[in-house]
Structures are given as structure tokens and as C-alpha cells.
């Protein structure tokens, strides 16, 4: 069901023209929490703009200022929602803080005079709460609210959604991630067989720190646990190993394992040794035992067959579930992280008569309730957590309870990260139950899933896990099987000890299960071949992988969730209209994650032209422009394409192929050489609005002079198209405080030749500190132009000739590309200066547009923000450095080397950028993500020198070079 709410519009709107320019294209705002992002992006429909928020800045607060600079009377959320709530950047939108937000709501569409607010979110309008919360929003914001009380996505799309996403992008939003094989890491192969390291035989546990850099894995024959080092590719390297009798004394049977939220700790539960080992994990990742817990020590009495351990969210207590004592053991952590016995609940008493072969623990992501499956008894219990963590019976639901018939050798649980569902895997009765649960708590089934189901492999055995190891004391556990939910809550992943196999199953918006996968051991597929009595699962933070430790093979099996690299698009770039005469073509392809490997041979260009590709220029990691020139381009009538070569080899960085498949958006442009189009007019601007191009003669765009200016701080030029249906801003450029640099400082700027065609009709605004003025044209010539922005700000336009040359900045003046390039590239430095400080330039080589540095022995990409990042731009710096002096024109000379791009640097008042205070030309890599640089024109640029962005002039140094 969808819902849609219409209010009438305030009359305090203001009145249009005077301050504030509505844009009449359509804004689409994403949460950055969306599932397959890039795919959605990637997909939006021409006319619809797009923007991602901040996930560390309140949403509400960045929506707002998103519309006060650009006004839309059509703007479409998407986000993760529920009923009455919506997931925006660091917070909620949701019924309770209405009121908090209303001073902005009220302003969204004040300028409008017809809007609509879509809401593109899960359950948004449902039930009591979702109605009122749609009701109340549409009287705040005054305009019509769209949203649906069902799913949203994987298929299920309100038909308002198909006014911002093309089709074919709604019907491919799926979300789905598949597992490919990674390594795997058996006993006897670490540390070139070192009998020291090798303590994997028997391995049981598997769980991986919070912030993803380590993975531990325990060995109850072995009675061991390793530790592994993760890096950013999700590789793993031996870092230490801690032996039962060596380092500790108390790791027989070791089974159970986990990390507390903090990362400071691990846990470990032993069966064989009936106790819990909790160690100290420095800012190395090296443990150190800190504490001994075991069965007949003190007040604890019942860790009989320890075999399982959990602790809550806020890392305040940890549970203990015992095999043999059929208990759960509540302990209290201190600040410290020692802990203390709180009480234990033991099978027939506080009302828990279901915990008969208690086998796994979970705990509720709210903290509020804990879980305890039963092997011998067939149930999961369910435990109330009030606030100061005393648990209280709730409910027992045994196999063979009305829908509930395969619970028999109940042993791993896991809660959903959304708190919705509890999945249960029944080693014996070989499935996977799923229950719901309420707002209350309260469990009910809704579906089964059994052994065979769809090739599902569920069976966990009736055989002791341990028989035929040697090793006495370890209680007989007939079969198990693990159970987990990825971190995005989009899949369920179970182990099987019997049909020595992994099961992936997608987990839909209301936590119902369907097959997606199913690898077994040495079964040919993924080159998986250790999976022999698989049992425990694990998958990282950041979703990329996940990892098996099988009992039997006494391995760790690690595999990406990622199967390969997508192309998401083919996008025109350069010229960016449809219909031309161009000799070259400048395609834009994205894909959702880094590749390498990429080169002309992996492209070819459709539509019966004999032209080629003969340049592919990265853009970033992710984004390639690639050029098609030659052949009969020059007179070739028809449509011209680019599609990838049958036999192209493009990976992904760990060496995933790219499938040879259609992207989501594939654009093509439509070749006239004919004459009938793109006719040659002589060249001739005529004031209407703004301007008319009427024709351009042998020129091929129009530049901007900047002739006085009197603003009191930096403003923006934005250019704009415009035509009967939209008006869509095609460029913009900053411009300074007027008199603060010496008059030999005259910046231009030239709009990109791919936007600019005759009969075109084009509108220029100035925004100064939110304030918006609409230029007046007049005509100084046929080919001249004068803009007259109010209060002495003018400049003028003219026809102009662009070349490879005019402008080399890349976006907002975040790097100089001289990809183009070759050889030795002479330029002239011109440097100008208004700063009590004495700033120096620098510039450094990167392998992207976007700032990236490939490191040269790793391998591994660093991207502005990443840890290191600054050392290693610094460690490509070049041997050019510009400094000024106030009031004068400083000028330099440089031979740079072509065929890459440079990011640039300001030195805040010095010269050394190693001891220093720096700031990037790429916001990323500035340590308060403040965006120090400006484009200030073609070829020129400006720095703001203060940390915090000072007073936002950005003329303290100021440079404009050119290719001599």
C-alpha cells in the first residue's frame, strides 16, 4: 500500500524572481546506508539530480541545506525506513521528533508553488504510527508526501519510484550477494609448518574483531586459539597463537568464541576444560590471558561442557551457555573487563525447564533479551534483560509445539541485526527455523526450512564431533550446526558437521529465507575442499567476507561475499548532448568497486562505424573515461556505442573477473555528418534572460571575464541551461571578495564544449552567503555579452575557443590533469597572496583524478582519508614549490611530466610539509574533511590557509598557471 498525503500550500512563500530561483529538476537524497548504492545512482532517470549524506552529520540538517542553496519543488528520499521513521545520515526522521524538526521541514518547499516529498523507504506508512507520521510530515512541509506501508525494493516498488529510477534499474535491485572461495588455512601450514604455530587440528570457533582487522579461530583438540591479522583486502597473515599447557592452562575443548564491542577482549569457552578464558587484546591485536573462570571455582558452578559464549551490545555481561550442566551462567564485566558471577539459571529451575544439552547463546541487538538453544531437549529459551541485566524466564518453545516440529539437536542461534527475527539450526532434525519477534519480545514461528529444501545442506549428524581424536574428556556433541547473519542483515549463512557444507540463504525485508547457494566440501565449485565437518561461521563488519571453521579438516575457509566487479553504466560525457557531429566520443563507464586490468582491447564500438577506442584515462578506482576517435567517425551518419570485448579481462583487485554483461544505463550517441545539424551560424550572443547563443562561428564555446567586483566575501557563478521543460545547471566557478589582489589578477572561465551548442539559451547566478542574484544581459558586441549581477558585480561573456589546454582542473580544483600530456609540460606559475601567513603550494602525483595512490610493493589502494594517506602523497611529491607575497604577482617556471594528475597542498605559514599544518586540494585528506581549495577560473585556484576554514575568502594564496 502506498499513501499520499496533500496539504495546501502556506501563503508565506516568497515571491519568485526576487531572491531565490526554484530548480526545476527533480532532487533525489540518499542515505549512504542503502543497500548497492552505486547501482541506484547509477540508474536515475535524465533530469533527476542526486545527493548522498554525510552518515557522521545529522540528515535533516544537511537536507536543508542542500534546498536552501538549490530550491526543488520535487524532492525523493531514500532510505533504510519503518513504520513512522526514516534512517537519515547520523539520525532518525521520525513521529517523535517532528516538532524538533519542524523549523526545517516548514522551509523545504517555501518557494514552491506546487511540490511533492517522495518517500522511498520500507514500512514508512504503516500500521497507526506510519499514517500519523506521513499525516504530520505533509502538514509540515506543506506539500504532497508519498510513501508505501509495504517493502521497498528486490522487485517491490511504489509506481511514484519510476518518476526517479529508469525501469530497468528497479527491476535489477536485488542486493544479492553470492560467496566465491577465497584461501583456506589448514592445520599444518602456518609459519612453513612450525609445529609451534600449527595448533588448528580439531578447529571449532571462528568470530572476527568490530573493526574487522583480526579473525580468531578456536581448536578444541588442539586446544588452542589462533590468531589471524586481516588487512584491507581482507587477506589473512598468522599473528600469534596461544596453546593449552604453553601460554594457558585451561583450552581443552576449546568451542565457543567472541570479542567484546570494545575490541578489548576476547572470550573463550571451553567444553573439555568446563571453563571461560578471557583475554586482553592490546592496540597490537596480541593477547594476553587476564582471567580464569571454571566449573567448581568459587560461586561458579555449572560451565560442565562449556561450549558456547555472548556478550551484550553495551559489553556489560557475558553468558555462558554449559552442554553437560544444561545451564546458562550470567557474569558481570567491570570497567576493567574482569568478570564477576552474577547467578546461573540450570535446566528445571527459575522456570527454564527447556535447557537440557544447552548448546548456543545470543543476545538481542537491543540488549533486552538472550537466547539459549537446546540439543538434548529440542527448544529455544527465551530470557527478559532488564536494565541492570537480571534475566528472567520469558518462554520455552519445544520441538514438536504445534508449527514447530524440527527443533531436535537445536545448536547455533543468531538474533537479526534489526532485532525482527530469530533463526535457529537443528543439527539432528537438519533446519533452519525462523521466528518472529515482536515488539514485546515474544517469539512465533514463520517458517522452516529442512535439509533438501531447494538442495539445502542442514544435516549436522547424530556422530560425536570429537570420536576417533584421542582425546579424552571432551563430552560427546552429536553434530552440530552454526548459524549467522551478515551485518547488512541481507543474508543467513548455516554450517552443517555432517553434509560438510556451507548454506546461504537471502533474507528478504521481512526476514523470510530463500536459497541462494550451497557449497560442500571438495563438491568442484569455488575450490573449496576443507570443509569436512564444518561448524562454525563467522562474516566480517564491512560484509566482504565470510569464514568457516570446519572440525574435521581442521581448516579455516575464508570467502568474499563479492563474485565479481559490475559494470554499472556507460554514460555520455564528452559532448554530453545526444545528437552530434563530433570527431571524438568520450564515454564515462563506473563500475561499483575498484578494477584494474582495464585497457583499449577490452572495449568495442558498436553501431557499424569504423572507428576505434583509443584511449582509456582513469577518472578514479571506480570511473574510466574512454575515447573513440578515427576510422570514418569524421562522416559517419548513425548511432555509435561502446559495449566490452567478448574476451576482455578486467578484474577487481583479489582477481574476480568482470562478467561480459549489459550495464544498468548504457547511452549512445547519435552521429549526423550530414549537415542538417549543428549548423555554423556566425558567431553572435544576444541578451535575453541571460543570453542566446546564436551561433558560435569558429569558436566552440563561451568564457567569462570577470570584470569588477564589489561582494564583501567568495561567491559562487553558476550557469545554467535553459529550455521550455527544465533548466539545469551545467557549470560554476568561485570569484573573490573585490580589491583584496593586485589588478594584475584577471581570471576567466570557459564552460566545457561539451555543453554549449547554438540556439542554446543560457542563465547566470551569483550566490553570495546564501543569497542568490539573477544576472541582467546586455549586449557590448555580437560575440559580447555584459552580466550585471546588481550592486557593481559584473562580467562578460564571449565566444571563445577551448582547447586541451584551457582548463587542466579537475571538479572544484581538487587536482591538475595532465593525463593528456606527454613528455615535459612547460608551465607558468602565476602566485598572488592576501594572508598574514606565509603559505607554500606543492603538488604531488596520483594514479587518479580522484586523489588515489596505488602503493607501489603492496599493491593496496589509499584514497583521501584513509589512514597513511598523507604520508604517501608526500612521498610523490614533486620538485615545485610556489609561494607569494601580499599585494604582488609572483611568477614561476616548471617543467612537469605528463600523463598522470597532481593533487595540490598548501603549507599553512611554512615550506615544510612534513612537520607542517597541510591542507589538500582533496577535502578527504584533510583531517577536518573541510574543503580548503576553490576553483577560482580556468587554470586558476585559491586556498583558505586556517584550520576550520577561517573566514572563507580563499584568497590567502591564490595561483593561475598556463602551458607555454
Known amino acids: 500500500m502506498t499513501s499520499s498525503m496533500h496539504t495546501a500550500k502556506s501563503d508565506a512563500r516568497q515571491p519568485l524572481g526576487q531572491r531565490v530561483q526554484i530548480d526545476e529538476t527533480a532532487l533525489a537524497i540518499f542515505d549512504s546506508r542503502v543497500n548497492d548504492l552505486p547501482l541506484l545512482l547509477a540508474g536515475l532517470r535524465p533530469g533527476v539530480s542526486a545527493h548522498v549524506l554525510d552518515p557522521d552529520r545529522d ?103 519510476a518518476q526517479t529510477f529508469r525501469r530497468t534499474v528497479l527491476e535489477q535491485y536485488t542486493a544479492t550477494l553470492i560467496l566465491t572461495f577465497k584461501e583456506e588455512i589448514k592445520d599444518g601450514t602456518l609459519d612453513g609448518g612450525s609445529e609451534a604455530a600449527n595448533r588448528l587440528f580439531g578447529t571449532s570457533g571462528v568470530t572476527v574483531s568490530p573493526d574487522g582487522t583480526q579473525v580468531f579461530v578456536t581448536s578444541a583438540v588442539d586446544a588452542a586459539l589462533t590468531v589471524f591479522n586481516r588487512d584491507q583486502f581482507g587477506n589473512l597473515t598468522f599473528h600469534q597463537v596461544i596453546r593449552d599447557s604453553f601460554e594457558v592452562d585451561e583450552l581443552l575443548g576449546a568451542f565457543g568464541v567472541t570479542v567484546s564491542p570494545d575490541g578489548g577482549q576476547v572470550f573463550v569457552a571451553s567444553v573439555g576444560d568446563h571453563s571461560l578464558t578471557v583475554f586482553s587484546r592490546d592496540e597490537t591485536g596480541t593477547l594476553t590471558q587476564q582471567q580464569l573462570l571454571r566449573d567448581g571455582r568459587g560461586e561458579i558452578e555449572q560451565l560442565n561442557g562449556a561450549i558456547d559464549v555472548a556478550i551484550t551490545p553495551d559489553g556489560q555481561q557475558v553468558f555462558v551457555v554449559s552442554l553437560v550442566d544444561s545451564a546458562i551462567t550470567v557474569l558481570d564485566r567491570d570497567a576493567s573487563g574482569n568478570l564477576t558471577f552474577r547467578r546461573t539459571f540450570t535446566d528445571g529451575l527459575g522456570g527454564a525447564d527447556q535447557l537440557a544439552g544447552a548448546a548456543g547463546v545470543a543476545v ?7 537466547f539459549v538453544t537446546s540439543h538434548v531437549d529440542g527448544a529455544i529459551t527465551v530470557f527478559d534483560r532488564d536494565p541492570s541485566g ?16 524440527s527443533l531436535f539437536g537445536a545448536s547455533g542461534v543468531v538474533v537479526s541485526p534489526d532485532g525482527n527475527q530469530v533463526y535457529v539450526a537443528s543439527a539432528t532434525d537438519a533446519s533452519l527455523t525462523v521466528f518472529d519477534r515482536d515488539a514485546a519480545g515474544a517469539l512465533t514461528f514463520a517458517q522452516v526450512i529442512q535439509d533438501g529444501d531447494e538442495g539445502a545442506q542442514l544435516f549436522g549428524g547424530a556422530s560425536d564431533l570429537f570420536a576417533g581424536t584421542g582425546v579424552a574428556n571432551i563430552p560427546t556433541i552429536n553434530g552440530f550446526s552454526g548459524v549467522t547473519v551478515s551485518p547488512d542483515g541481507n543474508q543467513v549463512f548455516v554450517t552443517s558437521f555432517a553434509d560438510n557444507a556451507i548454506t546461504v540463504f537471502d533474507r528478504d525485508a521481512v526476514g523470510r529465507l530463500t536459497l541462494n547457494q550451497v557449497i560442500q566440501d571438495q563438491d568442484g565449485l569455488n575450490g573449496a575442499d576443507e570443509l569436512a565437518g564444518a561448524v562454525g561461521v563467522a562474516v566480517s563488519p564491512d560484509d566482504d567476507q565470510v569464514f568457516v571453521a570446519s572440525i574435521t579438516d581442521s581448516a579455516l575457509t575464508v570467502f568474499d561475499r563479492d563474485l565479481a566487479p559490475n559494470l554499472l553504466s556507460i554514460t555520455r560525457q564528452t559532448p554530453v548532448t545526444t545528437t552530434t557531429d563530433a570527431d571524438s566520443l568520450v564515454f564515462r563507464i563506473t563500475f561499483d568497486e575498484s578494477i584494474q586490468a582495464i585497457d583499449v582491447a577490452d572495449f568495442s564500438v558498436t ?91 569558429d569558436a566552440n564555446t563561451v568564457r567569462l571575464l570577470v ?14 541551461s535553459v529550455d521550455s521543460t527544465s533548466r539545469t545547471q551545467i557549470a560554476s566557478f568561485s570569484i573573490l571578495e573585490g580589491g583584496q589582489l593586485p589588478d594584475s589578477y584577471a581570471p576567466t572561465f570557459s564552460i566545457d564544449n561539451g555543453q554549449v551548442t547554438e540556439g542554446q539559451f543560457l542563465e547566470f547566478e551569483l550566490v553570495v552567503n546564501g543569497v542568490t542574484r539573477l544576472a541582467t544581459a546586455t549586449a557590448i558586441s555580437e560575440t559580447q555579452i555584459s552580466l550585471d549581477f546588481g550592486d557593481g558585480t559584473q562580467l562578460t561573456a564571449e565566444t571563445f575557443t577551448q582547447t586541451s589546454t584551457t582548463n587542466l582542473l579537475v571538479g572544484d580544483a581538487t587536482a591538475i590533469d595532465l593525463s593528456g600530456q606527454t613528455g615535459i609540460v612547460n608551465v607558468e606559475f602565476t602566485v598572488y597572496r592576501e594572508a598574514s601567513r606565509a603559505n607554500t603550494v606543492g603538488f604531488y602525483s596520483t594514479d587518479f583524478a580522484d586523489g588515489s595512490i596505488r602503493d607501489a610493493l603492496t599493491g593496496n589502494m589509499l584514497r583521501p582519508g584513509d589512514a597513511g594517506y598523507k604520508d604517501a602523497a608526500l612521498a610523490n611529491q614533486i620538485d615545485v614549490q610556489l609561494s607569494g607575497e601580499n599585494g604582488q604577482a609572483r611568477t614561476f617556471s616548471a617543467g612537469l611530466t605528463g600523463g598522470g594528475f597532481l593533487g595540490i597542498f598548501l603549507v599553512a605559514d611554512g615550506s615544510n610539509p612534513a612537520t607542517g599544518e597541510v591542507f589538500f586540494s582533496h577535502a578527504g585528506a584533510n583531517g577536518n574533511s573541510h574543503d580548503h581549495a576553490r576553483l577560482l577560473g580556468d587554470n586558476a585556484f585559491g586556498f583558505e590557509d586556517l584550520n576550520g576554514l577561517g573566514d572563507q575568502d580563499f584568497n590567502d594564496t591564490v595561483v593561475q598557471f598556463s602551458i607555454v
Open 59 to 161: 540528515g535533516i540538517e544537511q537536507i536543508s541545506e542542500l534546498i536552501q542553496h538549490r530550491p526543488t519543488a520535487s524532492l525523493t528520499l531514500v532510505a533504510h525506513g519503518a513504520p513512522g521513521e526514516l534512517q537519515l545520515g547520523s539520525g532518525h526522521l521520525e513521529l517523535g521528533n517532528l516538532e524538533q524538526y519542524s523549523h526545517h521541514l516548514r522551509n523545504w518547499f517555501r518557494t514552491a508553488e506546487a511540490s511533492q516529498l517522495t518517500l522511498l523507504a520500507c514500512h514508512v506508512a504503516a500500521g497507526d504510527a506510519g499514517m500519523e507520521f506521513v499525516e504530520e510530515l505533509s502538514a509540515l512541509t506543506g506539500t504532497a508526501v508519498t510513501a508505501a506501508a509495504t517493502a521497498v525494493g528486490n522487485g517491490q516498488w511504489p509506481p511514484v519510484a
Open 364 to 370: 538481542s541487538p537491543d540488549g533486552t533479551q538472550v
Open 390 to 405: 537480571n534475566l528472567t524466564f520469558r518462554q520455552a518453545i519445544k520441538d514438536g509445539t504445534g508449527d514447530v516440529q
Open 607 to 697: 553501431g557499424g562505424t569504423t572507428a576505434t577506442v583509443t584511449e582509456v584515462r582513469a577518472v578514479s578506482p571506480t570511473e574510466y573515461d574512454i575515447t573513440v576517435s578515427g576510422g570514418d567517425l569524421a562522416s559517419f551518419n548513425g548511432t555509435v556505442g561502446l559495449d566490452l570485448a567478448a574476451n576482455q579481462d578486467i578484474t577487481d583487485p583479489i582477481g574476480n573477473n568482470l562478467p561480459t554483461e549489459e550495464p544498468a544505463t548504457d547511452e549512445t550517441y547519435t552521429l549526423t555528418n550530414d549537415g542538417t545539424t549543428n549548423p555554423t551560424s556566425p558567431a553572435k550572443l544576444t541578451p535575453v534572460s541571460g543570453l542566446e547563443i546564436t551561433g558560435l562561428g
Open 707 to 720: 570584470d569588477q567586483v564589489t561582494i564583501d566575501q567568495i561567491g559562487e557563478i553558476l550557469v545554467f
